[in-house]
């Protein structure tokens, strides 16, 4: 058999060289978000997002209660349909794909709400979910041990010492640790985190940083969070989002510098006092 093309079927360069198409243009994003709309009812909660997300990118996603956050993040993973526009992961759109099979194409979240098996202990979670991309011969075999990616993964979440504990004792902190560990162990490309650093104490935020900024090493990741002080340690770009659209983005200080992020801030501190 010979290794060369066809003639009916050209080079890449060769295709893409007459007109630049959109991805041809420089540093397409792993993820690309166009003219995205949802519409709930009437009550529009994505009004027009554009956002593109490089390879190996840590992004964080801010904005208001109600933004619209959330919602992004459910489009992406194919759990909401949206109304209008167009999502594209690693150049494929991902319209009308299901949300396993979005997994499966290399994108993990987590949600607002955890998801760990309690009784189960804390590799056995992480087992659990790396099954989910193994063979099923190979999970149909009894395993002696443990698989690379699981060990892998609870060692960069730090909780070796605790493999064998039921994941019901871990504190609110362990269990988004462990949640985090559950996703990478699945070898997503890309990694969305709805709020990893809610409730957690400041010791428990900061190795959470830590954890993200390690993990941004060989993943893209997209983290949505509210907490400023967090995005001043841990953040290089940022998107705002506000009423649905992006307000700014760009990196954290200009960001915070911007007036109309104050606003939006103050407006809701200004709400919440009265
Ligand atoms: N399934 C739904 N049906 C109707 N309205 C919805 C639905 N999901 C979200 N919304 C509305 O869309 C808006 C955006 O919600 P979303 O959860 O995305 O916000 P968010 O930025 O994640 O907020 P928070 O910071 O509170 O988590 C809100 O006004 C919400 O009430
Ligand atoms: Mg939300």
Sequence with gaps: MSEENPPEAPSEETAAAPERTEAAKPGPGLLEIRDLMVVFDGFTAINGVDLTVGEGELRFLIGPNGAGKTTLIDVITGLTKPTSGTVRFAGASLA?????QIVRLGIGRTFQTSVVFEELSVLENIDLAASFRRPLASLLRRRKGVTDEVASALETIGL???????????????RQWLEIGMLIAQGPKLLLLDEPVAGMSKDERERTGELLTEIARDHTVIVIEHDM??????ASTVTVLHEGSVLVEGDVAAVQADPRVQE???????????
Excluded: C, M, N, T
Aim: charged share 40%; aromatic share 8%.
């Design 96 to 100: 009308g794909r299901k949300e396993h």
């Design 160 to 174: 070796r010492d605790l493999a064998d504990r039921p994941a019901g004792i871990l504190s609110h902190g362990q």
């Design 229 to 234: 002080e967090f995005l001043r340690r841990y």
């Design 264 to 274: 939006v801030y103050l407006g809701r501190k200004k709400e919440e006092a009265a």
